[in-house]
């Protein structure tokens, strides 16, 4: 299924339904009097969450959603039926927003989240229902109130436990491939992986959402690369994986250049817990990660994962220290980067094959 993270739709509610201009007409009733019904309420548009859906893509096929109007009244006093409701089911992590794409109406996270988006118009009263003591034959009945209608923005922000960020070209896809059962698209050229992936990643009895986040560029804030809406894509994520390529000729820099972009963006992401890693490590040789990895410290303040996903070193480490940072979500501060939990260690860079 092609994954499709925005976009616009037309919903209209229903108008409710006539009221009923009437009058009694029976053989030996000479003052039958009003016998007008009211009408129907028109149909509300709901959006709806729902657990079996992780794409917008069957809104790309399908823009415009109208719910049904209310039946008009009739006489014998019968009421008009109501318009049947509209509802537009969406995957988890849905904002919707208005047709200016800034203002939030909705953020349905968990399935089973509704909200009413367009109300539908009540009924018109018939004629019975002005009937009085001293007005015995209304010649009165209301219309409907009118449909509502709007253009909407549906915006698909993953939800994942832990997000993979990085430079393009920095391992990412294939670090997801690696540990979980994801095939994202890989290959050797920047921009590869145009949308995120997830795979669901089990380590240590622990279960947790890994996000592959396509590559950062500079200016990614401001919309290079599709950058904004990769970058909401992160805002879920509990935890952030930064893979840094060993590759780099400037390492601190790669690393810097997304950590711009993070604080450029706002909302927070800059804030995000973060375990760096020094990807890509199987094709070089222990001299240059050692070197890399002690820029990296210095410019992350934290000391790097050198792991490859291709040969697998470093990766249980890595994993098992995401999977802990999860655990540990909301439950009270991050742990030191640099301390690591009892009984593992990164290695020594110098064990490392070219």
């Given at each position: ?13 229903g108008?409710?339904?006539?009221g009923s ?6 053989k030996f009733?000479?003052?039958g009097?009003?016998?007008g019904?009211d009408?129907?309420?028109?149909g509300?548009v709901?959006?709806?969450c729902?657990?079996?859906?992780n794409?917008?893509?069957d809104?790309?096929y ?7 109007p209310?039946?008009?009244g009739?006489g ?6 109501g ?6 089911k969406?995957p988890?992590g ?8 800034e203002t939030?109406i909705a ?7 509704r909200?009413l ?5 009540n009924g018109g ?5 002005f009937?009085?003591?001293t ?6 009945a ?23 960020i ?7 896809s294939?670090f997801l491939?690696?540990?979980?059962g994801?095939?994202?698209k890989?290959?050797?050229y920047?921009?590869?992986t ?6 669901v990643v089990?380590v ?7 996000a ?6 500079e ?16 805002e879920?994520c ?7 390529s060993?590759?780099?000729?400037d390492?601190?820099e790669a ?8 604080k450029?963006y ?5 804030k995000?817990r973060e375990?760096?890693a020094?990807?890509q490590?199987?094709?070089a040789?222990a001299?240059?990660i050692e ?5 990296l410290h210095?410019?992350a303040?934290?000391?790097?994962f050198?792991?490859s996903?291709v ?7 890595a994993?098992?220290?995401?999977a ?6 909301g ?9 690591l ?13 070219a």
């Open positions: 299924m092609k994954f499709l993270d925005q976009a616009k739709v037309y919903i209209r509610s108008e409710g339904g006539a201009l009437s009058f009694r007409r029976e009733i000479e003052f009097g009003p016998d019904g009408g129907g309420r028109g509300d709901y959006a709806e729902v657990a079996n859906l794409t917008l893509i809104y790309r399908q823009q415009h959603f109208r719910a049904e209310g039946k008009g009739s014998r006093n019968r009421s008009g039926a318009g049947e409701d509209k509802i537009i969406v988890p849905t904002q919707i927003f208005l047709e200016d794409n939030l953020d349905l996270v968990k399935p089973g989240d909200v988006i367009a109300a539908g118009g009263f018939g004629n019975a229902h009937k009085s003591p007005n015995r034959t209304p010649t009165r209301n219309p409907g109130e009118p449909f509502i209608e709007m253009t909407i923005w549906l915006r698909l922000k993953l939800i994942a436990d832990a997000g993979i990085g430079l393009p070209n920095a391992g990412k294939t491939a690696a540990v979980s994801a095939k994202p890989i290959a050797a920047p921009f590869t145009l949308h995120p992936n997830l795979g089990r240590d009895a622990i279960d947790f959402v890994l592959d986040i396509p590559g950062l560029i200016g990614a804030n401001d919309g290079a690369g599709l950058g904004t809406r990769f970058l909401g894509h992160v879920r509990k935890v952030l994986l930064h893979l840094v060993v590759h780099e000729e390492v601190a690393y810097r250049t997304v950590r711009r972009e993070l450029a706002g909302g927070g992401l800059d995000r375990l760096v020094l990807s490590c199987d094709a040789d001299a240059t070197v890399k990895s002690a820029e210095k410019a303040r934290k000391k790097p050198p792991l996903a040969s697998g070193a470093g990766m249980t480490v994993l098992r220290r995401v802990r940072f999860v655990a540990e979500a439950e009270g501060e991050a742990p030191e980067d640099d301390q939990p009892a009984g593992v260690d990164h290695g020594d860079p110098r064990e490392w094959k």
